[in-house]
């Protein structure tokens, strides 16, 4: 038998067909879907006359467009976004689909909603309607994103035509740095790698540094794996990871849990096994990191200056560094650190997790919000807003002038009211920052949960270890 990597392995065991040297029909355990990149998919089949087969193996969430605002029940109030969810729910029932509908207590953002259930685990394929289904990856689990058209085929046969991809592994030697975290790491290595260093490449993340992290953590890397245009992300599952499922899925029991936990061993690339790209870095050396332009990376460490104009020979690329920074307006060669923000986010599928969460409130410790400044938390689903709530960590957030609101993707990308005006400065901990993304004319600054935290507290882009430094002193 020939050394594979875990890639392969995973495609190998879901391969119902090989169709030609680069495609292959392949098997879904689990279809997401949303209300955004659903309807046409539904329409397509209805137009067929055709059902779906296994509607046990798809799951609905209403995600981008729902109001986060504190109002119970929640009523959606723009027309058109009202049809998307009330299309959904009519298609789900119609199918047998199961649905965390817009007033579920446990709606959320579908990729926090769908593993904190235990739906998630490891040696799965998982598809959805949208780009961040990479985020499965730390569960050993291969997961991306499809298009309408394939949502479609993969209702009416759970298959899905894959073109192969490249095999890259990304090797993190060394342990991050007090106050370094799992978004500063994978920040860094996109604005290394690029926003298309992993194009055609499903990713493999390993090293002491990956090992180290909690399955939280874990999930924000292989989430933002898309942003430098991976076809996906992978963590071997260890067994951090089979803890997080096992406290999941108490279905996991008996001889079923021997068998998975066999099976679940195999589940990593083969020594020796060649991949077609290899990086190695090394986290002793990572700091906080912050994008400064329209790409996530274009991204530095807190600690460090813009790139200048001369420090690039390819005119193209100073052709991109101006244009970002006549977007951003920012200056060639200056520290973000100190730059005032008038907005912070925090929240997304991304870094709105439990984990996320109780980092904010670390990182804040007394401090209040800084006057003229707004900042929003909002919890990546119902499950962590009650545990947020149980905690006491929302009640802190309130009392130090944070707004508490319900879950959804929000201003991740300004779907639903939750819109930034133009000019506005945001802190967010999302995964993207294009023009536009959160507002038109709004400029977003992506950063991890306690670098948001430290901007919202000081009114400006700040190095939360100096905060953090003062908490436990
Ligand atoms: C709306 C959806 C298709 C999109 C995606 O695919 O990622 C969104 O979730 C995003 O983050 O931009
Ligand atoms: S939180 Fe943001 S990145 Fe995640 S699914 Fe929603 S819009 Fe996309």
């Known amino acids: 038998m020939s050394n594979k990597t875990l890639y392969q392995k995973l495609v190998d065991a879901h391969t119902v067909a090989v169709l030609d040297e680069e495609n292959v029909l392949l098997f879904c355990d689990l279809h997401l879907m949303n209300e955004y990149t659903s309807p046409q998919a539904f329409s397509g089949l209805d137009g067929k006359s055709r059902g779906v087969p296994v509607p046990g193996q798809n799951v609905s ?14 009523r959606i109030a723009d027309p058109a976004s009202l049809l998307q969810a009330r299309n959904l729910k009519k298609n789900c029932t119609k199918h047998n689909i199961p649905l965390f509908d817009t007033n579920d207590v446990l709606q959320g953002i579908e990729h926090v ?10 040696g799965m394929v998982v598809i959805c309607g949208d780009s961040h289904t990479t ?3 730390a569960l050993g689990v291969l997961g991306f994103g499809i298009g309408t058209s394939e949502v479609e085929h993969v209702l009416a046969t759970q298959t899905l035509v894959y073109r192969m991809a490249k095999n890259m592994r990304i090797t993190i030697k060394g342990l991050l740095p007090k106050g370094t975290t799992s978004k500063d790491m994978i920040l860094n290595i996109i604005s290394q790698i690029g926003a298309k260093g992993a194009i055609g490449y499903v990713v493999e993340f390993c090293g002491s540094a990956v090992d180290a992290l909690s399955t939280e953590a874990r999930f924000t890397i292989c989430n933002m794996a898309v942003e430098a245009g991976a076809r996906g992300a992978l963590i071997a599952p260890d067994s951090t990871a089979v803890d997080y499922i096992l406290a999941r899925a108490p279905d996991i029991t008996g001889n079923i849990r021997d068998s998975a ?3 679940w061993a195999t589940l990593h690339s083969d020594s020796g096994v060649l991949f077609d790209q290899e990086y190695v870095f090394n986290a002793n050396d990572m700091a906080p990191f912050v994008t400064w332009g329209t790409s996530p990376d274009q991204a530095i460490a807190i600690n ?10 390819n005119p193209a690329d100073r052709l991109s560094l101006e244009q970002a920074l006549k977007y951003t307006k920012l200056t060639d060669g200056q520290a973000l650190e100190g730059t ?12 709105g997790r ?6 904010v409130v670390a990182t804040i410790g007394d401090r209040r919000v800084a006057s003229g400044v707004r900042a929003m938390v909002v919890p990546g689903s119902g499950a962590v807003k009650a545990q947020a709530e149980a905690e006491g960590i929302a009640d802190k957030l309130i009392a130090a002038g944070f707004e508490w609101r319900k879950p959804g993707c929000s201003m991740c990308l300004a779907m639903n009211d939750d819109v930034l005006t133009s000019g506005t400065r945001c802190a967010s901990t999302t995964n993207r920052n294009f023009e536009g993304r959160q507002g038109r004319g709004a400029i977003t600054h992506l950063m991890s949960p306690a670098m948001a935290a ?5 009114g400006m882009i700040t190095d939360a270890r100096k905060l953090q430094g003062a908490n436990h002193a």
Do not use: W
């Open 304 to 313: 460090s200056h813009l790139p200048t104009k001369e420090s690039f020979k």
């Open 340 to 351: 005032p923000i008038q907005h912070v986010f925090i929240g997304s599928c991304t870094n």
């Open 135 to 137: 985020t499965y990856g």
């Open 61 to 74: 969430v209403v995600s981008h467009i729902i109001p986060t605002h504190n109002e119970t029940p929640r």
């Open 261 to 263: 936990l066999k099976y």
């Open 454 to 458: 430290a901007a919202a507290v000081t």
């Open 354 to 359: 439990i984990e996320d969460l109780r980092e």
């Open 113 to 122: 909603v769908s593993p904190e259930h235990g739906m998630i685990r490891p």
